[in-house]
């Protein structure tokens, strides 16, 4: 449908409302997040370290206004930390206090079992949200693979068994984030279920953009030497490259030294912001000539 009136894009207005909150989208990112509004699919976001992903959710709640629940993914993870756990200590301190009523087995596990001593864990206080939630699901590549179907089975039809209490279904379709940094391949029934969007590093004016919304004041020649020097370290072989918080990091802490010139000096004294691990290090070192050399170009 066309519409011509300004403002009235939906994908201007996403990017606009995302910029308030902080947050730099480009195409790509806006339109997944509109789909992902409008079709109530949850959004995969794939890509590497310190590209964005985690914040993407965390600004969509700000702009969006709704509550934000983090769902943190480990090795190890399982539906107990996931959705919810019974609340032992609160049951035995009941036990012990209800010993004088003289209940009988059942009453005492209808007691015992319900509302009142569960645990809601982030899924859960998902579903039985009142309002729409923004859900992100951290690192999901870091948990199980047996904990990635449970999770799918979730997030296709919101609704959970609790055994003692019934089923629970979600009022509203929380507005769901997943993201990876693709420490291992997911499946690919996870992948059906939602809209891919894979995040890479941005390319330079992009970078810069980001680098003058999150560090306000910056100024505009130390920005564009900041970007250019990182983009000049990122395509050096190392095991870790700069990402985007590394860039900020670096650029936050040459304004706080007072700093203008981007010399030998400095880069080799700020270092650490940038590079974090000792080979790398040292590659990065032996190439501190050329880096200065960027930074002046
Ligand atoms: N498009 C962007 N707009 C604004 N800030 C960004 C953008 N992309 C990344 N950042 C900033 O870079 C840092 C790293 O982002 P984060 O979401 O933690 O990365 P990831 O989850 O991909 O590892 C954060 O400080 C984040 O705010
Ligand atoms: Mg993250």
Redesign the pocket.
Known sequence: MEDSRPGSDPIVEIKEGMKAA????DDN?ATALFLAGELNKPILAE??????????S??YSRYSGLPLIRLQCYEGLDEAKALYEWNYKKQLLCIQADRSRDLTWEQLDDDLFSEDFLLPRPLLKAITSDGRVVLLV?EVDKADVEFEAFLLEVLSDFQVSIPELGTVVARQMPFVVL?S?RTRDLSEALRRRCLYLF?DF?DPE?ELE?VR??VPGVAEELARRVVAVVRYIRQMDLKKVP???ET?DWARSIMVLGRDVIDEDMIAGTLSLLIKEQKDLEKVQANIKSLARQALS
Do not use: F
């Open positions: 902080d947050y730099l989208c990112i890509g590497p370290a310190g590209v964005g992903k985690t914040d993407l965390k600004a951290d993201t940094n995040i941005p992009r980001i919304l999150r990402s985007i918080s900020l």
